[in-house]
T-cell receptor, first 114, second 112 residues
Framework: DVKVTQSSRYLVKRTGEKVFLECVQDMDHENMFWYRQDPGLGLRLIYF???????EKGDIPEGYSVSREKKERFSLILESASTNQTSMYLC?????????????FGSGTQLSVL | DQQVKQNSPSLSVQEGRISILNCDYTNSMFDYFLWYKKYPAEGPTFLIS?????DKNEDGRFTVFLNKSAKHLSLHIVPSQPGDSAVYFCAASAPNAGKSTFGDGTTLTVKP
């Protein structure tokens, strides 16, 4: 089974802190994604990556950056956390070029910014 | 502009009955549609999908119907079970886009 592992289930940070959310997948997937989930707003795409050192902006990239130095790892960075970034963050991965865009998700990180 | 819409935030059905979850899309380039199920404190898991060349796909108790002319798809769960209680997300992707666009989700509650 594909496993997508997010480093933390719960995080509490202060406004202005730099926050790193880590994600690792073990199925050699080319594509990796970061979404956030907020009540009533569904899943919104922050950033995604097709390959190592590649990144593409999603629908809501402002206030975030990403890093993909290795194929299995995709990090989301909040440069200066703000209260409106309190959310559930979900990492996902998928294979490329199959026409089947099925995503495999991690368990999520609930981030609270105080 | 929300390209994938799930207009019903919640749905409640009795155990054993049919659950019908609906999804509408606006982007005519979408050619692949997926449903995901999410329990609290867990990530979404893939449930069922359908390509635009089909109008129906069935997997056990779950069937997805696609009406391309209406830009509408629906997920049918028959019979519904209490364990089906979860948030269901509809998602769509366009060719070579490499990413999916999600709806807001519908919370299904199946009552015993």
């Amino acid at each position: 089974d594909v496993k997508v592992t997010q480093s933390s289930r719960y995080l509490v940070k202060r406004t202005g802190e730099k926050v790193f959310l880590e994600c690792v997948q073990d199925m050699d997937h080319e594509n990796m994604f970061w979404y956030r989930q907020d009540p009533g707003l569904g899943l919104r795409l922050i950033y995604f990556s097709y390959d190592v050192k590649m990144k593409e902006k999603g629908d809501i990239p402002e206030g975030y950056s990403v890093s993909r130095e290795k194929k299995e790892r995709f990090s989301l960075i909040l440069e200066s956390a703000s209260t409106n970034q309190t959310s559930m963050y979900l990492c996902a991965s998928s294979t490329a070029g199959t026409g089947d865009e099925k995503l495999f998700f991690g368990s999520g990180t609930q981030l609270s910014v105080l | 502009d929300q390209q994938v819409k799930q207009n019903s935030p919640s749905l409640s059905v009795q155990e054993g009955r049919i659950s019908i979850l609906n999804c509408d899309y606006t982007n005519s380039m979408f050619d692949y549609f997926l449903w995901y199920k999410k329990y609290p404190a867990e990530g979404p898991t893939f449930l069922i999908s359908i390509s635009s060349i089909k109008d129906k796909n069935e997997d056990g108790r779950f069937t997805v119907f696609l009406n391309k002319s209406a830009k509408h798809l629906s997920l049918h769960i028959v019979p519904s079970q209490p364990g089906d209680s979860a948030v269901y997300f509809c998602a769509a992707s366009a060719p070579n886009a490499g990413k999916s666009t999600f709806g807001d989700g519908t919370t299904l509650t199946v009552k015993p």
